[in-house]
């Protein structure tokens, strides 16, 4: 549920004169222009530059992008165009005159052949469907990958000799030389059996779609097969004919039966599959599997039902046959990401964990036995950005320098020789590194400073190019009235430290008394108050806080108790609880608010989106007295209503747990609403039901509470499309302007 604002381009910032060029004309001479709801969402004034398409090649000396449809191979170290390596006009298929007009593309693994598609459709968050074609370079010939219909996540095998993909729930594999294509299962149908793809609450909550995985030597494929015959499904009606259309799929709500997950290998060569044994209970989680580096030696990750014991399991590809060499465990729950790497001499392997508090880096042999804590102190890790096997080195993201900060550093297997990369002891950096680690792209944004992209070295950090620094944004920024973003930090009545922005207007004026609008997502293990180009927020709500800051409104963000960054211990204080201490923290961000001078205490609203929504619908309930008026967008109303992988880490099953998810209900507490409250949703929302919002409708109309309602028609958990979100954004700023 860590939603994100999707398909959106506009970036920000708070820009001051000294992080403006020499060429940007100073406030004092030029008249300051205000931001308008167009200029968000349908002039594109606020858009940013970057590197489009970036990928890095075999040599990590090179880097290739789309350019006007030519794909292009760029110097590193100068961010010039060397060569096209496809020109559009190549990319045509026999018999027309046309080119296709490619979205995307991936080379194999010589760089002889390349993948692209077209026609890209989305499903849901991270899955999708597109006609993929095969180019070889040589040749300078275009084929169809498949005459089948559109296919998703086509994938090259190492060696580059065949590609596998998805199509109508079974897994193919399609041999280059011959373009002749075999079906890996054929068993697959829609809303029982889907092979070679994850089921909806997978991909939501696990944050992957393609569920297959070519082993290293290239012989063998795995992948998950899900039968979901006995998940519920749920019924949404899709708007626009003289009959609305029943759009149905299989959503496992908390408590619920959930899918039963198998992992199979299938030997591409002799056409064999078997099955690995993942245990006699049906009743769980495999969220990761990947190779190691031994040959037919795929590790299975295991999570219970309840999500407090992880298993990292060992299986022989040929046999099926597992062994359980590590278990992680936790009282609350254990999270799921991407940092095991097994090393190449198949030996030992990397793997992060909070058991000491905060998440850091542990070395295992490869019979689960620990070598060594690589990292350690109370900061965490974020990511794993690259792994330097032969100079032994790790390289990863960290908070050590603040929670509201990513700053790189490097460390090598022994546990020393930790070294910052981060040129700026501030700010955020994103890290794409190169695959020889030689280089690594960076994206570094800070509050008040636009994003800029450049090339460094993987040795010290040092800028080798830079590759774009939004000069123009810049120039555009300066012309127009922005406050300033400043981080601000507290204590509760309780003792709780809480971090948390606030924007003022560009002409705030300390002797006034100025009304609040706070911005709230809280959910666990999420941040919106982050030193980054937006703040923490979506860079576009950003955007529209500053237009509300010119209309004479002080716009806050706190991150209450279970947001992430600061630990186990602050993120999972509100387990089995959902709802009330992050409740209890917004009430003390208002009312610490409303002891600054400068500040109306009887003029303080909010609003989130998602789970934002959900706290925004207790706050204007629970704490109705602090709060004038709200806004919530596609808000959980009741946890029961949601999915069982997200809604269970964090409170068990309902069956276990009943209180847990009723006494934090919004709808339990209808009766105390009191200030102006607006309710936003989709009746397309895939993710956050509509039933959510008809249910806290029903509860407020019982409870005699007048309240205002907005939905749009089949859109989903985004809200967007056309011109979806001015018409959105223009009801909510009405909405504020009126009612704060």
Not at 397 to 412: C, G, H, M, V
Not at 469 to 498: A, C, M, P, W
Request: glycine share 8%; proline share 4%; aromatic share 12%.
């Amino acid at each position: 549920m860590n939603f994100r604002f999707l398909g959106l381009a506009f970036f920000l910032t708070t820009a001051s004169p000294a992080l403006l060029p020499a060429s940007a004309p100073m406030a004092v001479a030029q008249q300051k222009q205000n931001i308008t709801l167009e200029d968000i969402w349908s002039k594109g004034t606020f858009q940013a530059r970057t590197v489009p398409g970036f990928n890095w090649m075999r040599d990590g000396r090179y880097y290739s992008s789309l350019d006007n449809g030519d794909l292009v191979q760029h110097d590193v170290t100068s961010g010039k165009a060397v060569q096209t390596l496809v020109a559009a006009q190549d990319l045509k298929l026999a018999g027309t005159t046309q080119p296709v007009p490619v979205e995307g593309y991936v080379f194999n693994s010589d760089e002889k052949k390349i993948l692209f598609w077209t026609a890209e459709e989305p499903i849901y968050r991270r899955s999708s469907r597109a006609t993929y074609f095969v180019y070889d370079r040589a040749s300078k010939q275009l084929t169809p990958l498949s005459a089948g219909g559109k296919q998703s996540y086509a994938t090259f095998s190492p060696d580059g000799k065949r590609v596998a993909f998805v199509r109508d729930n079974n897994l193919f594999v399609t041999d280059l030389a011959t373009m002749q294509e075999k079906a890996v299962t054929t068993d697959g149908v829609q809303n029982k059996i889907i092979n070679g793809s994850t089921d909806w609450v997978y991909e939501e909550e696990f944050e992957f779609a393609q569920a297959f995985f070519w082993s290293p030597d290239s012989r063998q494929l795995a992948f998950y097969t899900f039968d979901e015959s006995q998940v519920p499904e749920y019924n949404m009606q899709v708007w626009g004919e003289l009959y609305p259309q029943d759009y149905r799929y299989k959503y496992p709500k908390a408590g619920e039966k959930n899918s039963v997950v198998s992992i199979s290998v299938h030997d591409v060569t002799a056409g064999r599959t078997t099955k690995m044994d993942v245990g006699p209970e049906p009743d769980q989680y495999i969220p990761r599997i990947i190779w190691t580096e031994t040959p037919n030696l795929l590790s299975i990750r295991r999570l219970n039902r309840l999500q407090n014991k992880l298993e990292i399991l060992h299986a022989d590809a040929n046999s099926g046959k597992t062994q359980v060499v590590l278990t992680d465990a936790d009282k609350a729950y254990v999270e799921v990401n991407d940092d095991l790497r097994y090393l190449a001499d198949g030996k030992q392997f990397l793997f992060s964990s909070e058991k000491d508090g905060y998440r850091h880096l542990y070395l295992y042999n490869m019979q689960g036995q620990l070598v060594r804590q690589l990292t350690k102190g109370n900061w965490e890790i974020t990511s794993i950005d690259g792994f330097d096997e032969d100079k032994g080195i790790v390289y990863y993201s960290s908070t050590e320098a603040s929670p509201l900060q990513r700053q790189l550093y490097r460390i090598n297997l022994k546990g020393s020789g930790k070294t910052r990369l981060s040129e700026v002891a501030h700010g955020n950096n994103t890290v794409n590194m190169s695959p020889d680690c030689r280089y690594f792209l960076n994206y570094f944004s800070a509050a008040g400073e636009p994003t800029t992209v450049s090339v460094r070295n993987g040795k010290d950090g040092k800028v080798v190019k830079v590759l774009e620094d939004n000069t123009k944004l810049r120039q555009t920024l300066s012309q127009y009235n922005l406050g300033k973003l400043e981080f601000i930090s507290f204590k509760t009545s309780e003792g709780v430290t809480l971090n948390g922005s606030m924007l003022k207007p560009a002409n705030f004026d300390p002797n006034k008394k100025y009304p609040v609008l706070m911005y709230v997502y809280g959910g666990p293990g999420s941040q919106t108050v982050k030193d980054d180009v937006g703040g923490g927020i979506a860079l576009t709500n950003y955007l529209w806080h500053q237009l509300l800051a010119e209309q004479g409104y002080i716009v806050v963000s706190v991150d209450n108790r279970g947001t992430g960054a600061r630990g186990a211990e602050f993120k999972k204080s509100t387990y089995a609880n959902l709802g009330k201490l992050e409740t209890i923290d917004q009430g003390e961000s208002a009312k610490y608010l409303g002891t600054l001078p400068y500040v109306d205490k009887a003029r303080i609203g909010i609003w989130g989106w998602s789970f934002g929504g959900y706290m925004t619908a207790l706050a204007m309930t629970k704490n109705a007295d602090l709060f004038k008026m709200a806004i919530s967008v596609a808000p959980v109303t009741n946890w029961r209503y949601y999915d069982s992988v997200y809604t269970e880490r964090f409170l068990k099953t309902p069956q276990e747990n009943p209180g847990g998810y009723d006494d934090n209900s919004p709808v339990q507490f209808a009766q105390q609403l009191k200030g102006r409250y607006l309710l936003v949703h989709g009746t397309g929302d895939d993710n956050v039901h509509f039933q959510n919002s008809i249910a806290w409708v029903d509860a407020l109309v019982k409870a005699n509470k007048d309240y205002q309602t907005l939905y749009y028609p089949n859109r989903n958990h985004g809200i967007y499309g056309g011109n979806t979100r001015l018409h959105l954004y223009r009801q909510m700023t009405d909405f504020v302007l009126k009612n704060l």
